[in-house]
C-alpha cells in the first residue's frame, strides 16, 4: 500500500513540475527578395533553447519546462542581417506582439546632407535608422520573419530614394 502511495505523489510532483509546453514553428525571410534564410538562430529568451532555420527557412521549436512558462520572447539572429526580438502573448481568441525597436545613428562622414539642392540653408547633418528588423506575420501558428540585410549604407540609400520620391529635389 506504502509503495502506491509513494508512487502516486510522484506521479503528482512530476505532473505539476511539468506543465508548460511552447511550440513554436515558422519561417524566416529575407525581407529585400523574399528568399528563405537558411541557419538563422532562433532563441528562446530566458532559457538555453536554440534552434537553427533549415535550407528552406523553416525553424520548429519546441520547448518543455517547469510550471511557469518564460515569456515567449524569441531572439532572432543571422550574421549580416538586423537581428529580431519579437514577444509573442497567444490565446485560442488572439495573438498579441510585440516587436523590439531601437535606433542606431548613420555616419554621414561629417558632410550635410542637402535634400533640396537649391536651397543650401536646408540640410541634414544626421540621421537614425531602426536597428532591428520588424516585418512579421503570424499564419495560423505559424511565426513568419523577415529579417533586413545589416547594411547601414543601403538604409541610407533606400532614405534618399524614399525622398525622391516624396517628389524632394536632390542633387
Do not use: H
Not at 65 to 79: F, N
Not at 109 to 130: C, L, R
Amino acid at each position: 500500500m506504502k509503495v502506491y502511495q509513494w508512487f502516486g505523489v510522484f506521479l503528482m510532483l512530476f505532473t505539476i513540475g511539468c506543465d508548460c509546453s511552447i511550440n513554436q514553428r515558422g519561417r524566416v525571410f529575407s525581407n529585400e527578395d523574399e528568399e528563405p534564410i537558411a541557419n538563422v538562430q532562433i532563441k528562446l529568451a530566458g532559457t538555453d533553447k536554440v534552434v537553427r532555420t533549415d535550407s528552406l527557412g523553416y525553424f520548429d521549436l519546441q520547448y518543455v519546462g517547469g510550471a511557469r512558462c518564460p515569456a515567449q520572447v524569441y531572439i532572432v539572429t543571422k550574421p549580416g542581417y538586423k537581428s529580431f526580438q519579437i514577444e509573442l502573448d497567444q490565446s485560442p481568441e488572439r495573438t498579441l506582439a510585440t516587436v523590439k525597436q531601437d535606433s542606431r545613428p548613420y555616419n554621414l562622414k561629417g558632410k550635410n546632407f542637402y535634400p533640396d539642392s537649391m536651397n543650401k540653408s536646408t540640410y541634414i547633418a544626421s540621421i537614425d535608422f531602426e536597428k532591428y528588423s520588424k516585418d512579421f506575420a503570424v499564419r495560423g501558428d505559424s511565426l513568419i520573419l523577415y529579417l533586413d540585410l545589416d547594411d547601414p549604407d543601403l538604409d541610407f540609400q533606400k532614405y534618399v530614394k524614399g525622398l525622391k520620391s516624396a517628389r524632394w529635389i536632390l542633387e
